[in-house]
């Protein structure tokens, strides 16, 4: 009995031991044939990827946006484009076409409106060539005053073996300087070897303070920028970290108030910028020296009082220069005198204007006396 136990069980160890080992090769010969066929199958997608040939037919016109569309997803790629083209893409044409033959014939329409299509790894790119160029700003240079002088220039000749003659190019109108000595006949033949420009000027900025008298400053701040509107824009630090706003050399704002779209920001130049400090109530300027006066003379002409702060004119007595005054008013009260009897005798003829006569002899009666001297 022990001997078949024992047999039963060496014959279930041999069995399992042999199914372990069935299964372990079976599991380790089938997984290169999967991988193999994962590399096979990629390999077989990528070929048909490129062996895709696309039509370019489109007999009615269509978007330029569904052309691009569909011949990224047909190559299975992925569409990017920033701005499109103006227009829509008509093209009868049966033909199949490569990737490569189809961004040709895409690219020859879209050269027109300066676009270009170029793939980037999985990526279908659309570009427009004129907002991706680099612009260069124009070189300026000084304006320099330029005087009527002789030029000298060498001529070249076409033998070797002749030297070469100076000629001198002056204008029709030219005169020789009337200049004393040997130095002014070298200095009107010295050849000009090279020009040096000067450089441009930095123009240099000064803070000027302003305290108003009558108005605060935001008030004069706020009426400074109401005059420069168009012009001028809010900024959070200006002179000495203060809230300020400056006003530019071109016009930024509309009438209404709002930002103009600006494509050449460089251009833009600052021409003064106006701080406002309230806690100490007044206004720092930053602007070239000539600009600064100009504006200080401003503020000062908008810093008067409102309606109901200006000041009271009041009538007071005064003995001041009386003797002067009574100077002035002793000829004026004896013509007044002396018109007295012609008086009576207007009155006669000319009934209509007793009135005014009396009240101008009235004037002379009240008046008083010339007394003489």
């Known amino acids: 009995m022990s001997k078949f136990q024992r047999s039963t069980?060496?014959?279930?160890?041999?069995?399992l031991c042999g199914g372990l080992t069935v299964a372990v090769g079976t599991l380790a010969f089938a997984k290169a044939p999967w991988s193999f066929r994962g590399a096979k199958a990629k390999q077989d997608q990528a070929e048909k990827?490129?062996?895709?040939e696309s039509k370019l037919n489109y007999p009615f016109g269509t978007r330029w946006d569904k052309v691009l569309n569909q011949l990224a997803s047909e190559h299975g790629l992925t569409m990017v484009m920033s701005q499109l083209p103006k227009g829509k893409f008509k093209r009868f044409d049966r033909s199949e076409y490569d990737f490569e033959a189809a961004i040709a014939v895409l690219n020859e329409e879209l050269h027109?409106?300066?676009?270009r299509l170029i793939r980037q790894g999985d990526f279908l790119v659309l570009m427009h060539l004129r907002s991706t160029r680099t612009r260069y700003r124009r070189p300026r240079l000084p304006k320099v005053e330029t005087a009527a002088r002789s030029v000298r220039t060498t001529v070249p000749t076409s033998s070797p073996g002749i030297r070469a003659e100076a000629h001198t190019i002056r204008p029709r109108?030219?005169?020789p300087p009337q200049t004393a000595g040997s130095s002014a006949t070298t200095s009107a033949n010295s050849q000009i070897d090279r020009v040096v420009f000067e450089e441009p000027k930095v123009t240099q900025l000064i803070k000027t303070p302003v305290t108003p008298t009558n108005r605060t400053a935001l008030q004069l701040a706020r009426r400074l920028y109401s005059a420069f509107l168009s012009h001028s824009e809010l900024i959070d630090a200006g002179?000495?970290?203060?809230?300020?706003?400056?006003?530019?050399?071109?016009v930024i704002k509309s009438d209404d108030g709002k930002p103009l779209a600006i494509s050449d920001v460089a251009d833009r130049i600052a021409r003064f910028s106006v701080g406002i400090d309230k806690k100490n109530n007044r206004l720092?300027?930053?602007a070239p020296r000539t600009t600064a006066a100009a504006i200080v003379r401003m503020i000062q002409m908008l810093d008067v009082p409102s309606e109901d702060e200006q000041p009271e004119i009041k009538v007071r007595d005064s003995k001041k220069d009386a003797n002067a005054v009574a100077e002035r008013v002793r000829p004026v009260v004896r013509k007044l005198t002396a018109v007295r009897p012609t008086h009576k005798t207007l009155s006669k003829t000319k009934p209509a204007a007793t009135t005014n006569h009396r009240d101008d002899f009235?004037?002379?009666?009240?008046?008083?006396?010339?007394?003489?001297?």
């Open 9 to 15: 069980r060496i014959g279930l160890t041999v069995l």
């Open 362 to 373: 009235e004037l002379a009666q009240a008046q008083p006396k010339a007394q003489p001297k």
């Open 173 to 175: 109108d030219w005169k």
């Open 112 to 115: 027109q409106q300066d676009f």
């Open 284 to 286: 720092m300027i930053e």
């Open 49 to 52: 990827s490129e062996s895709v």
């Open 239 to 250: 002179p000495d970290g203060l809230p300020a706003f400056r006003v530019m050399n071109r």
